[in-house]
């Protein structure tokens, strides 16, 4: 069975710092690759998807995220962080069957 | 267009009582799936339907059940609700071929007591 790891589940970084969320998953083939945020009390947003291609994928708010086949990673990054950026980052897989296994969560904290 | 809607939003159950969370979408996606967020182990997927007549189980379905008799609905009935199905629950809607992107509800949060 397919399963996804981020291995922070809080992260605080400074307002203007960069930003790298982790992310590993375990699955027998490239599965489709996906993250999502979620502020606060609110739905779930897509900031950016992967199946093939170019391994730098750009997003949404200035996101990007880069496919590691060897490392089974699918890290998220950002050059400078925004206040607005606090959130819940997700990363999740589907692996053909049209729903979405997702990691754990990281909480993203944005001091001033 | 309205999206995904989950119907309601906040509901407070005893334990061994029955309910039905509703979800409709209006975009004539195929695909729809139920999801439950619990602190710090993100949302776990707990039934899938590919299209209506079709549905599957996902990782938690343990005492839900669907059904998907159109496209637009897809409701989740909890049986005998019990204290550990305590959650905020999600619907999402997709469609197409290739990585596309999930639509999410706002969510229902549930309380068992």
């Known amino acids: 069975a397919q399963s996804v790891t981020q291995p922070d589940i809080h992260i605080t970084v400074s307002e203007g710092a960069s930003l790298e969320l982790r992310c590993n998953y375990s699955?027998?083939?490239?599965?489709?690759l996906f993250w999502y945020v979620q502020s606060p009390g609110q739905g779930l947003q897509l900031l950016l998807k992967?199946?093939?291609?170019?391994?730098l994928v750009q997003g949404i708010k200035g996101f990007e995220a880069e496919f590691k086949r060897s490392q089974s990673s699918f890290n998220l990054r950002k050059p400078s962080v925004h206040w607005s950026d606090a959130a819940e980052y997700f990363c999740?897989?589907?692996?053909?069957?049209?729903?979405?296994?997702f990691g754990s969560g990281t909480r993203l904290q944005v001091q001033p | 267009n309205a999206g995904v809607t989950q119907t309601p939003k906040f509901q407070v159950l005893k334990t061994g009582q029955s309910m039905t969370l509703q979800c409709a979408q209006d975009?004539?996606?195929?695909?729809m799936s139920w999801y439950r967020q619990d602190p710090g182990m993100g949302l776990r997927l707990i039934h899938y339907?590919?299209?209506?007549?079709?549905?599957d189980q996902g990782e938690v379905p343990n005492g839900y059940n669907v059904s998907r008799s159109t496209t637009e609905d897809f409701p989740l009935r909890l049986l005998s609700a019990a204290p550990s199905q305590t959650s905020v629950y999600f619907c999402?809607?997709?469609?197409?071929?290739?990585?596309?992107?999930?639509?999410f509800g706002q969510g229902t949060r549930l309380t068992v007591v």
């Open positions: 999402a809607s997709s469609y197409g071929r290739g990585p596309v992107e999930a639509f």
């Open positions: 699955y027998g083939a490239t599965p489709y």
């Open positions: 992967y199946f093939s291609g170019d391994t």
């Open positions: 999740a897989v589907d692996t053909g069957r049209r729903a979405l296994t």
């Open positions: 975009m004539n996606h195929e695909y």
């Open positions: 339907s590919v299209g209506a007549g079709i549905t």
